[in-house]
């Protein structure tokens, strides 16, 4: 544009990119930013006291296994941040791994905290905070489902599988916010409005993807045929599977017929044995953490 703002026009121009600005801040029921839903602390006011009649251990595995599904899949997903095809995908992307870090952070919390492991060393406890529970842990010692290990080959890959993990999470952590223990509710409502919108969006991809050209279409469909093995553990209920074959069926897939991934030993990722992936992500997840144990941040 050649001509010179008036005054009027770079006044305004200015009071818009404030305002822009300011927005960030405000509290609506529709924030699509880092962390999904708002920025109000969902356990403000929650006892963190484990319920009487609530199993500290039971609640502790719900919880880890639940955090290490989110820790691993936000790890995935950020490695794609700088390689999706637009740079509103990458937002996108970027956001959904902070929402799901979130998950993560919280879930880690309350697993510490309902077995014992934040008292602080040398009074019954090791002393463990989220930060150690990421960082510090073996292989072994993680709960995530086997689906969120696969490094995605492509675009479509992504957001198949995230689609499928969106709609098995979201039925999860629905039915989670009745829960007895106040803080695992909590936690599981803040998470339902963020995974309905990382839901929508992989939904809307899948489609436009299956149902675009021949080369669009035979991508989606090999991505859904190499991932829909690693559903096997998921325990999908008929109400994720019925939104499962719409999408499907509006993206004109065919569900694959092929058997899942075995259990190893009669053991999965919930047991603690993973994918040959998990290892490489370790690696490079904990690798400053471990190289700098002591340092904080």
């Not at 689609?163 to 803080?183: E, G, M, N």
């Not at 999965?268 to 370790?282: K, N, P, Q, S, V």
Request: aromatic share 8%.
């Amino acid at each position: 544009m050649s001509e010179a703002w008036s005054a009027a026009e770079r006044e305004s121009r200015v009071f818009d990119e404030y305002a822009a600005y300011e927005s960030l801040s405000l509290e609506t029921e529709d924030h699509r930013w880092a962390f999904g839903t708002g920025f109000a602390d969902p356990l403000a006011g929650v006892d963190t006291t484990v319920p009487h009649g609530v199993d500290p251990a039971a609640l502790a595995a719900t919880c880890l296994g639940l955090a290490d599904d989110a820790l691993i899949y936000s790890h995935r997903l950020q490695q794609w941040v700088t390689r999706a095809p637009e740079l509103e995908e990458e937002t996108a992307l970027a956001n959904i791994a902070l929402d799901l870090l979130g998950q993560a952070r919280m879930l880690l919390t309350r697993a510490g905290q309902a077995a014992g492991w934040f008292v602080p060393t040398g009074s019954g406890g090791d002393g463990r905070d989220e930060d150690r529970l990421a960082f510090f842990r073996d292989e072994r010692e993680f709960r995530n489902v086997r689906l969120v290990e696969r490094a995605d080959a492509d675009f479509a890959e992504l957001t198949t599988r995230l689609l499928i993990f969106s709609a098995w999470r979201l039925a999860l952590l629905q039915a989670l916010t009745a829960d007895k223990d106040p803080v695992l509710a909590a936690i599981s409502a803040k998470a339902v409005k963020e995974l309905a919108y990382h839901r929508e969006y992989a939904a809307g991809w899948v489609i436009r993807l299956g149902d675009g050209t021949d080369l669009s279409h035979a991508k989606t469909q090999a991505a859904l045929d190499t991932v829909w093995p690693l559903t096997g553990e998921l325990d999908l209920s008929e109400e994720t599977d019925a939104f499962l074959d719409a999408v499907f069926a509006r993206a004109c897939l065919t569900r694959p017929c092929s058997p899942p991934l075995g259990p190893v030993a009669g053991k999965t990722g919930r047991d603690g044995t993973h994918t040959e992936a998990m290892g490489y992500i370790l690696a490079e997840l904990q690798s400053v953490a471990r190289a700098h144990p002591d340092a904080t941040w």
